[in-house]
């Protein structure tokens, strides 16, 4: 941490008045008071509580306070897009070291104001914008391959037949994430044989039917379509609206736990909705057989070298070949990180249970994996 050179001159002329009023007493210098250090961050429309980008920030955020990086973290949770532009004005009065706006909802709104404040640090997370001016540092990840992964993993897993994904409005890749998805969905049909009945990708090609709100309602609206088409694997690619799938999938497993036995013990099991998710690790629900998780933690490690490290091989960030720079009292050492399945900027994993029983979907995974990095699976090809 940088020290503030003018307390440390006061506490130093203090001592020198101390020493010559009373000889006798011992002196010790004051202890250099640190520069105060704000991470404010900004998050449309779940906020941090959303187990996506939002809430892996602020863990991220707040470990970094924790190791010394910041002396303070803020936080506000915005409604939608045009509400960041408020949310940002707010943070001028909080002198904020980096100011991040995690999610596309805000992209434009943080580029206007950071050329309006030359002087500050800013970073967009998953934002997908290409037109940020120099002062804004970018965090984003490949989601194509991943999607196309979870198209052939969701397949898998399906036990109606029927599987589905969504994006929502403004998501980055949105038209290259379904396209992804369909064709590991293709790709499952095509090594399944013919004796297995083809899996079908709800609206499959209708690019506008599976872009929501991202809002609660629209996730839930998506989900209870496709749960009328049959659909039982869902993978929503959102924040408040893919809350809004995972409330609606809880819901319906919750009911079904509880339902009352048939007496005659002949109807069949239901068909439960499973989740594959985008976000932190599904260990919170167990609706959710498979994660994409974007590796925040690497991407910031990548773009602060004083970022407190890890031991986690995944996590760990060699020296670029460019020395850091100072910017608002912060060291950077690069303006722009994509994180990929290659880069290890992107993980994607089978959760224990469900899928555990009906598939070994971890090997699956990790040759899909191979064979997309080999060039003999190409995922953008549709």
């Known amino acids: 941490m940088r020290t503030n050179l003018a307390t440390r001159a006061a506490g130093a002329g203090l001592g020198v008045l101390s020493l010559l009023g009373v000889s006798a007493c011992a002196v010790s ?11 404010c961050m900004i998050s ?74 030359p002087d500050g640090l800013f970073l967009g ?21 991943p999607a196309f992964i979870a198209g052939y ?46 899996v079908t990708s709800y609206r499959e090609s209708r690019i506008a039917g599976r872009t929501v709100d991202d809002t609660d309602g629209g996730g839930r609206d998506f989900f209870e379509s496709a749960r009328r088409a049959d659909a039982d694997v869902v993978v929503p690619f959102g924040s408040a609206a893919a809350m809004g799938v995972l409330a609606a999938v809880t819901e319906e497993r919750t009911a079904a736990a509880t339902a009352t036995p048939d007496p005659e013990g002949e109807g069949e099991e239901p068909v439960l909705p499973k989740i594959i998710w985008y976000g932190a690790s599904g260990d919170f629900s167990d609706a959710i057989i498979a994660t994409i998780e974007p590796n925040i933690r690497r991407g910031l490690r990548t773009m602060f070298p004083e970022w407190p490290q890890s031991k986690n ?45 009906v598939s070994d979907a971890g090997r699956s995974i990790a040759d899909l994996r191979e064979r997309i990095k080999s060039g003999d699976i190409d995922p953008t090809a549709g």
Do not use: M, W
């Open 44 to 117: 449309a429309p779940a906020g941090f509580d959303d187990h996506s980008a939002g809430a892996i920030t602020l863990a991220e955020i707040e470990l970094a306070r924790a190791a010394g990086l910041f002396t303070a973290t803020s936080s506000q949770r915005v409604s939608n897009s045009s509400a960041t532009s408020a949310a940002l004005q707010r943070t001028t009065g909080e002198a904020c070291t980096l100011t991040t706006v995690v999610g596309p909802g805000g992209a434009s709104e943080l580029a206007d104001f950071a050329r309006g404040n």
């Open 29 to 39: 210098t004051p202890e250099a008071v640190a520069d105060p250090t704000t991470g």
């Open 125 to 145: 997370i998953a934002s997908g914008h290409e037109d940020f001016p120099d002062n804004v540092l970018s965090l984003d990840f490949d989601l194509v391959p």
């Open 313 to 357: 091989p995944d996590e760990v960030v060699e020296p670029g070949p460019e020395d850091p720079a100072e910017i608002n009292g912060i060291l950077v050492t690069e303006h722009e990180y994509k994180g990929t399945i290659d880069n290890g900027g992107v993980g994607i994993s089978a959760e224990d249970g469900f899928l555990s029983r």
């Open 153 to 198: 993993i969701a397949a898998t897993a399906s036990e109606s037949g029927e599987v589905s994904a969504f994006v929502s409005r403004g998501f980055p890749q949105a038209e290259q994430i379904l396209t992804a998805f369909d064709a590991g969905v293709a790709l499952y049909n095509k090594e399944s044989g013919d004796e297995v009945e083809d």
